[in-house]
């Protein structure tokens, strides 16, 4: 199978990643920033979403215009820092729907522990995108991917803001069909397996806990 890495190099994308990548940066703007990203990110994933004709009438005449076939979307954040582009996401696809995957990452093993799952029902027929804004080792998106496969979920892509080659490796290895979305694909992984350059742990700095 083709590995399938899409890097969304949109000038407006990389323009306000550089500025969360600031360690200046503080949460209120790095919030907002994350916002707008996954707004931008979310219209150039979904470009390919299918469409179906339908008449209509406008205040001059009937015609046939296009929609978007009900294909049922689902947005997955993986917690704690996926739910930072949740909002952002939804504003553009309002009609999907949210499940929540909680997991952390052990700081000594970099295992990644799950302590919270909250799906719609019917993940089955949804077309699902998983987001965090950072695939380090790619645990924990691994992790989250599997969680859905064990309850259905077929139809799945993953959305971050920053990826490493080493995750993006281990997501090919354990879920082959998964799509990547990212808007950079950084130089590797420190020591203690944060992204280089990166902008540090995003949890943190979206809810400023150091
Ligand atoms: O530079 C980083 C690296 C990771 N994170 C957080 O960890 C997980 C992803 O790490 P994996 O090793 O791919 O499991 C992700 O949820 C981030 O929240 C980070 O914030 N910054
Ligand atoms: O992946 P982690 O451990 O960084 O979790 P959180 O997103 O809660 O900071
Ligand atoms: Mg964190």
Same mark, same amino acid.
């Given at each position: 199978?083709?590995?399938?890495?899409?890097?969304?190099?949109?000038?407006?994308?990389?323009?306000?990643?550089?500025?969360?990548?600031?360690?200046?940066?503080?949460?209120?703007?790095?919030?907002?920033?994350? #916002? @707008?990203?996954?707004?931008?990110? =979310? /219209? @150039?994933?979904?470009?390919?979403?299918?469409?179906? $004709? $339908?008449?209509?009438?406008?205040?001059? !005449? &009937?015609?046939?215009?296009? &929609? *978007?076939?009900?294909? &049922?979307?689902?947005?997955?954040? %993986?917690?704690?820092?996926?739910?930072?582009?949740?909002?952002?996401?939804?504003?553009?696809?309002?009609?999907? !729907? $949210?499940?929540?995957?909680?997991? /952390?990452?052990?700081? @000594?093993?970099?295992?990644?522990?799950?302590?919270?799952?909250?799906?719609?029902?019917?993940?089955?027929?949804?077309? *699902?995108?998983?987001? #965090?804004?950072?695939? +380090?080792?790619?645990?924990? +998106?691994? =992790? +989250?991917?599997?969680? *859905? &496969?064990?309850?259905?979920?077929?139809?799945? !892509?993953?959305?971050?803001?920053?990826?490493?080659?080493?995750?993006?490796?281990?997501?090919?290895?354990?879920?082959?069909?998964?799509?990547?979305?990212?808007?950079? %694909?950084?130089?590797?992984?420190?020591?203690?397996?944060?992204?280089?350059?990166?902008?540090?742990?995003?949890?943190?700095?979206?809810?400023?806990?150091?």
């Amino acid at each position: 199978m083709v590995k399938k890495v899409h890097v969304l190099d949109h000038p407006l994308i990389q323009h306000k990643l550089t500025i969360i990548r600031d360690k200046n940066t503080g949460p209120k703007e790095f919030r907002e920033l994350v #916002d @707008e990203i996954s707004t931008l990110m =979310a /219209y @150039e994933l979904t470009r390919n979403l299918a469409l179906q $004709v $339908v008449t209509i009438e406008t205040p001059i !005449k &009937k015609m046939n215009a296009k &929609k *978007l076939s009900g294909k &049922k979307i689902g947005i997955v954040p %993986i917690m704690r820092a996926g739910l930072g582009m949740v909002n952002g996401i939804t504003r553009m696809i309002p009609v999907a !729907k $949210v499940g929540h995957i909680g997991l /952390y990452r052990d700081p @000594e093993t970099l295992k990644a522990i799950e302590y919270y799952v909250k799906l719609p029902t019917d993940i089955q027929g949804r077309e *699902l995108i998983v987001v #965090d804004p950072m695939l +380090a080792t790619g645990g924990s +998106a691994s =992790a +989250a991917i599997q969680a *859905l &496969k064990d309850r259905g979920a077929v139809n799945i !892509k993953f959305l971050c803001l920053i990826a490493v080659q080493e995750g993006i490796d281990a997501i090919h290895k354990d879920h082959p069909e998964v799509d990547i979305f990212t808007a950079s %694909i950084d130089q590797g992984l420190n020591d203690k397996s944060y992204i280089i350059p990166g902008f540090g742990d995003a949890g943190d700095r979206l809810f400023g806990t150091k």
